[in-house]
């Protein structure tokens, strides 16, 4: 079977340990997450977990129903790419004394997505949104470039293609939460 | 007039009472002291049974939980306290049964200090319990105990810890009873989807050779009557996991036995005959299905589970049903037709004369030789008018008594089945005998699980409790060295054992015995047994090396059974 790469979207109380139950469901498997965003949501009081993870459809609907059985989480669904729309951010941390000799590296952050958000005499930090690709690839034109001091980048937020808009209603909504996780448009 | 202030360890006591707790196991120890404290002043409101160790405090409770339908309550100290419950909070959670295990833990200030008997309980349970909980206020103790036994004993029921931090067991507060009956991030009973009944019902009737399997499920939901009012419309032949043993009684016409590794030649045979399998309230555990790659392929799947999770986990399923089978079984009931299956289900009855003549006959009636645990078992069934309480440990013991026990009783089975955790029968038939006193309870145990958790027969001392215990001793880790012997060329490594006199172990917790080597004695002594209400240590020698048959190999097909 093909391993693909799996986004986990899921709704949980915002209660202290919520996030350990949840990754223990991947440990127990060994499953390895690739990235983990967690903040809260636009309901109050709920939280909102956004897990990618390579892995095959069978393991990652189980993990996903597994995931959703306990008491405190509300809402747990899978995606592959092409059914959400998502972002990554990126920082890369520059030396500045470089960038003032080789003028190559101002030209690049000027044709990439890429913004200044400070500049010293020392370092000059560079902060990107995108697709996984496309910060990498900007990474790795820094490093060629031989001014990277530091790059850090953030887990994945994602929202789904579908239509449904009231989380509200969504989440407490007990017929909606027993259909097949898949499927649920 | 103002509210009562009392002391967090107080408001337990009233969270308690309010649930309708009537028995407490637990021990006591440093960081719940508070606690301890308080239920001195309520030794008359619920029974206060000191344990002797708390792995056997949970595993009374479950015992209690399961032949009752209560949720069982334990309360232990933090640290090692704490941790001794581990295995049993894991046996509930994978057997389903509903327990609340309330520990002590450092005060809030130390949390995080690596303070005196301090351990992050709830780190540690959190994978296996259906939830665990901090108490840090003691204003937050009734809703966490209301929530704890709605958690635990509603939906597929489960283990719950309330981790009670002892600042909040000292503290004073305002306390108000509070009543918990939803949790909005829970779903207990799933309402069932109406077209997926409609078309369970369909593939029934047009089913030729369906299989009903029979889990643990139906006792939980209790669901007894309506399985028997779908499977007598529908002429079902039905099959139960051990488990589930007594959620069908073993002389109902349709109950073709018992499914399993160890279970009855009929339904395993005929799980990959049939075409149709009726799963209900039952996981597909592999020691049902054997190996899921060659399980009914046949087949067409009916999936009835209150739980979602457990939807196409180990086998594909064509029509799940979510939902509660006491509401799910009258719905298919509604739709079903009657059909002439005669053939069909006499073909269980074919396969199991297979596994009679072949195991059966020599089990039950070898003759002459040393005992063996199949008559054994057969005849205190027998002589408790099959209407006993069966416990039994894990092991040889374990299967040859669930076998040969037969079932008339709904909730006659406890058995550490998922788990499968030596040591959990002693202190099991504890929990059960003092939630059924009325029934008798018949404990089934080798002298390896015996001694596993030996030191509750103070707790049956200290009680009273009339355990019947069944020692089946062959001087072996039987189960193992039958695998050794079958598996493992002969090899007995680390299985045989050297055993203590146990008439003196018996003796010297004031509990009668009886020592058994002759079939000749063998009635006798059970007549003494039963003959009062106390507790009474059977001490059986069996047939050193037994095994039990037949048997699905490990990775085997489910219908191709060895039978020596």
């Known amino acids: ?35 983990i965003t967690a903040s809260s949501s636009s309901v109050e009081g709920v939280h909102r977990y956004t897990i990618t993870l390579w892995g095959e459809e069978e393991s990652i609907e189980k993990v996903t129903k597994r995931i ?28 500045t004394p470089k960038i003032m000799e080789n003028n190559q590296i101002s030209r690049l952050i000027r044709h990439s997505a890429a913004h200044v958000i400070e500049v010293n005499a020392n370092y000059t930090v560079v902060e990107m949104t995108g697709s996984t690709d496309d910060i990498l690839e900007l990474y790795d034109k820094f490093v060629a470039l031989q001014c990277m001091q530091q790059f850090v980048k953030s887990g994945r937020v994602a929202v789904p293609r579908d239509s449904v808009e009231n989380l509200t209603e969504l989440l407490f909504d007990e017929d909606y939460k027993r259909k097949p996780t898949k499927n649920r448009e | 007039m103002g509210k009562e202030i009392i002391s967090g360890g107080e408001a337990l006591m009233r969270s308690l009472i309010k649930e309708g707790v009537d028995t407490v196991f637990g021990y006591p120890g440093g960081s719940i002291m508070p606690v301890f404290d308080a239920m001195y002043d309520h030794r008359s409101d619920f029974r206060q049974v000191l344990v002797r160790h708390e792995q056997g405090a949970v595993h009374a409770a479950q015992g209690y939980a399961r032949s009752s339908g209560k949720v069982g309550v334990s309360i232990v100290t933090s640290g090692p306290g704490a941790t001794n419950t581990l295995t049993g909070i894991s046996d ?14 450092v005060g809030c200030a130390v949390l995080g200090t690596d303070a005196f008997q301090e351990i992050d309980f709830v780190g540690i349970t959190q994978p296996i319990t259906k939830w665990s909980y901090q108490i840090r206020r003691p204003e937050d103790v009734a809703w966490a105990v209301a929530r704890a036994f709605y958690i635990a004993g509603t939906g597929r029921p489960g283990p719950v810890v309330l981790d009670f931090t002892k600042n909040a067991q000292t503290a004073m507060t305002e306390y108000e009873p509070v009543y918990v009956d939803s949790v909005r991030s829970y779903v207990p009973y799933p309402t069932p989807c109406r077209s997926a009944v409609e078309e369970a019902a369909a593939l029934i009737n047009s089913s030729k ?29 039905a099959a139960r996991t051990l488990l589930g043993l007594s959620a069908l009684p073993s002389d109902h016409p349709l109950c073709v036995g018992m499914l399993g590794m160890h279970g009855n030649y009929g339904p395993n045979y005929n799980t990959n005959e049939c075409d149709l399998l009726i799963a209900v309230g039952m996981r597909f ?25 457990e939807i196409n986990k180990n086998v594909a399923v064509d029509v799940p049903i979510v939902g509660d089978c006491k509401e799910v079984l009258p719905m298919i009931t509604e739709l079903v037709e009657s059909r002439d299956r005669k053939e069909w289900i006499e073909s269980f009855a074919k396969y199991n004369a297979i596994e009679y003549e072949k195991v059966g006959a020599k089990a039950l009636n070898p003759g002459s030789g040393p005992l063996l645990m199949g008559e054994v078992a057969r005849k205190i069934s027998e002589a408790t008018n099959n209407s006993a309480i069966l416990v039994t440990d894990v092991g040889q013991n374990q299967m040859m008594s669930s076998r040969y026990f037969k079932y008339t009783l709904p909730r006659s089975i406890l058995t550490s089945g998922g788990l499968g955790t030596m040591g959990y029968g002693l202190p099991a038939a504890i929990g059960a005998k003092m939630a059924m006193p009325q029934r008798t309870v018949c404990l089934f145990t080798g002298d390896g699980g015996f001694q596993m958790n030996i030191q509750e027969l103070g707790t049956i001392m200290e009680q009273g409790t009339g355990v019947k215990m069944i020692l089946l001793n062959n001087n072996y880790l039987g ?20 055993n203590p006199e146990y008439s003196l172990i018996a003796k010297g917790y004031g509990i009668a015995s009886r020592l058994v080597v002759d079939r000749e004695e063998l009635d006798d002594a059970i007549r003494e047994m039963l003959s009062t209400d106390e507790p009474f240590l059977l001490h059986v020698a069996v047939k050193e090396e037994d095994n039990v048959m037949p048997m699905t190999p490990p990775g085997a097909t489910v219908s191709e059974m060895i039978f020596e």
């Open chain 1, 68 to 95: 959703e059985k306990k008491v405190d989480v509300l809402k747990a669904d899978y995606y592959v790419d092409s059914e959400i729309f998502f972002q990554e951010v990126a920082l890369y941390k520059l030396s």
């Open chain 2, 285 to 309: 555990s592999d020691r049902v299905t054997g190996n899921v790659a060659t399980y009914a392929k046949q087949a067409k799947v009916i999936h009835i589970d209150i739980d979602h999770a």
């Open chain 2, 209 to 237: 050779r369906p299989l009903m399997l029979v889990g643990q499920g139906v006792e939980l939901g209790e669901a007894h009557e309506e399985l028997k009012a779908l499977i007598e419309k529908a002429n079902i032949p």
């Open chain 2, 92 to 105: 509930a959670m994978l057997d389903s049964t509903p327990v609340v295990v309330i520990a002590g833990q």
């Open chain 1, 1 to 35: 079977m093909d391993k693909k790469l799996y986004t986990i979207i899921i709704y949980t109380e915002n209660i202290a340990g919520m996030l350990n139950q949840v990754t223990a469901e991947f440990t127990r498997r060994m499953m390895n997450i690739d990235t």
């Open chain 2, 479 to 498: 189960n193992v060295r039958q695998w050794q012997e079958l598996f493992f060329d002969h090899r007995y490594s680390w299985t045989p054992m050297l």
